[in-house]
């Protein structure tokens, strides 16, 4: 791991910056965002320039464990993501004090939109320095990984069940250069083109059961994800529930019809579309069934998802309204 810091003493604040966001363009920008971050917080901080997967967890969870108040990522949803799991150790926050700041530089900007970040880095610096925070919910995935081993990961914004856990495959392995709205928009048309209608058994609450064939199930904490896809619009990161979106069996001209609604949240009109709320939800299928969180590639189901309400910190103005 390559851990750049600038002093050896354990600092206030903790800087993880990805440099292979947004396709690289972060760090293209790291100079220029790292000096504007020195300008405004004034104080010096401790700096992890992430190299490789999970590391930004790694770094969050030794400097929330040091003594760090206030670690700020630099990045999209996954090192977002990766980050947030860092303030976690066997399940359990380890500082409840310790509080996440966001500079967002992704490909998606789901958490982002969702949260009502400006998208000026100087506004979200302004944030960040205000000190003024807000306490968000998050999610908790379990799953069993391709090594048959348990695992659990904690997510901001959204877990896709279907041909969101396709797309996000697609896109991490070929195409974040081109930018959220294009790789995402793009990719998500082409893929609902082709993509086969799943055989899917969705559990909420653990009682009711849903069975059909589904193109995708979405799970939502957020409203916003995949490059300004509003797909879950009256979702708010801090109301203790989960928004769930079932994207029910759909034909080709169906899907054409529905797409563009998905940016304006008019795909709900749809009866193709169901929309309901929940705590927790277990997805089964006996299909291979991808699945994805925050825009990163899990794995396959079958997963379960709970709710974690009021579970974070986050330097944010305002979410009245979000």
């Known amino acids: 791991m390559n851990f750049a810091v600038k002093k050896e003493k354990s600092m206030d604040v ?3 910056i990805n440099p292979a966001s947004a396709g690289g363009k972060t760090g293209a920008r790291q100079p220029e965002i790292l000096s504007a971050l020195e300008e405004k ?5 401790s700096l992890c320039v992430t190299s490789e997967p999970l590391e930004a967890s790694f770094s969050a969870r030794k400097a929330v464990t040091d003594g760090s108040e206030l670690i700020i990522a630099i990045g999209g949803d996954g090192t ?6 860092g303030f976690f150790s066997n399940g359990n926050l380890i500082n409840p004090s310790c509080q996440l700041g966001i500079l967002d530089s992704g490909t998606g900007h789901g958490f982002a939109q969702s949260l009502g970040l400006p998208k000026e880095l100087e506004e979200q610096l302004e944030i960040i320095h205000s000190g003024q925070t807000q306490v968000i919910d998050l999610g908790k995935v379990a799953f069993v990984d391709k090594n048959g081993k348990p695992r659990e990961r904690f997510f901001i914004n959204e877990c896709q069940a279907g041909i969101g856990g396709e797309v996000v495959r697609i896109v991490q392995s070929k195409h974040k250069r081109l ?5 995402f928009g793009a990719i998500t048309l082409l893929t609902a083109l082709r993509y086969p209608n799943r055989s899917m058994s969705v559990v ?5 059961e849903i069975k059909d064939q589904f193109i995708g199930v979405v799970i939502g904490n957020g409203n916003y994800m995949a490059g300004g ?7 708010r990161v801090n109301d203790g529930f989960f928004d769930i979106l079932l994207i029910h069996k759909q034909s080709t001209s169906q899907r054409l019809w529905n797409f563009p609604k998905i940016y304006s949240g008019r795909h709900l009109a749809s ?3 169901s929309y309901c709320r929940g705590r927790s939800v277990n997805i089964y299928s006996s299909e291979d069934v991808t ?3 925050d825009g990163e590639f899990l794995g396959s189901l079958p997963f379960s998802i709970e709710i974690l309400p009021a579970a974070l910190s986050v330097r944010v103005n305002n979410l009245e309204g979000k």
């Not at 917080?41 to 901080?45: D, I, S, T």
């Not at 909420?204 to 009711?208: A, K, L, V």
């Open 80 to 85: 977002i993501q990766e980050t947030v799991n």
């Open 179 to 183: 930018g959220g709205f294009i790789a």
């Open 14 to 16: 903790h800087v993880i």
């Open 271 to 273: 009866s193709r579309f």
């Open 229 to 235: 896809m509003n797909i879950m619009p009256y979702a």
């Open 204 to 208: 909420i609450d653990g009682t009711e």
């Open 291 to 293: 699945f994805e969180a």
């Open 41 to 45: 917080l004034g104080k010096e901080y």
